[in-house]
């Protein structure tokens, strides 16, 4: 699994409360992607990263943002949670022929 | 921006019946990516097409690229218990981005 690690697997979060998530990878990897998953939509780009510093908006970024210090490490913050962001977030990195590896996911409840 | 769609949403098979699903972009592709993701877990690679008209196969499982590299289609022979879950497509326009489709999830009834 390209050695990717996300953090928390599980949080449940009250509405306006800030959070963040970890995606950890061990292999050097320069691309890094968020994604959230919801029924019917698959996957959507959230922010992405192509090294250090170095970030872009996807698709659905609005209330999201980023941050990469570290080539190994890529955060994603939701500044004030809102119940429309409970959602399946997934980490990826891309190797060097394109094909993406995702992490095992963070599931993610705003009350 | 560029949109990619699938078909069908659902699909409920025999084991042992044929399976297709269905990809289609609303801009020219440089690739497309096929996933899949059983229940509850991560998306998986399973390969990636670039040139136009392309078909390769892994096993029972048939994968093709339009000759305007606009629509891709995955066929599974004889379906199994294991070919359960939701198969993705993913396609590049050119940028650094891949675009997600819906996706299709797959029951394989025993």
């Known amino acids: 699994d390209a050695g990717i690690t996300q953090s928390p697997r599980h949080k449940v979060t009250e509405t306006g409360t800030p959070v963040t998530l970890r995606c950890h990878q061990t292999?050097?990897?320069?691309?890094m992607y968020w994604y959230r998953q919801d029924p019917g939509h698959g996957l959507r780009l959230i922010h992405y990263?192509?090294?250090?510093?170095?970030?872009d908006k996807g698709e659905v970024s609005d209330g999201y943002s980023v941050s990469r210090s570290k080539t190994e490490d890529f955060l994603l913050t939701l500044e004030s949670a809102t119940s429309s962001q409970t959602s399946v977030y997934f980490c990826a990195i891309r190797t060097q022929g394109t094909e993406a590896f995702f992490g095992q996911g963070t599931r993610l409840t705003v009350v | 921006g560029q949109q990619v769609m699938q078909i069908p949403q659902y699909q409920h098979v025999q084991e042992g019946e044929d399976f297709t699903t269905y990809c289609n972009s609303s801009?020219?592709?440089?690739?497309i990516q096929w996933y899949k993701q059983r229940p509850g877990g991560h998306p998986v690679f399973l390969i990636q097409l670039v040139k136009s008209g392309e078909v390769k196969k892994q096993k029972r499982l048939t994968f093709q690229f339009g000759e305007a590299k606009k629509n891709s289609s995955l066929h599974i022979t004889a379906t199994q218990t294991t070919d359960v879950g939701t198969y993705f497509c993913?396609?590049?326009?050119?940028?650094?981005?891949?675009?997600f489709g819906p996706g299709t999830r797959l029951s394989v009834l025993p």
């Open positions: 993913a396609g590049r326009d050119y940028g650094q981005s891949f675009v």
């Open positions: 292999e050097n990897h320069r691309y």
């Open positions: 990263s192509y090294g250090v510093k170095d970030t």
């Open positions: 801009t020219t592709l440089s690739n």
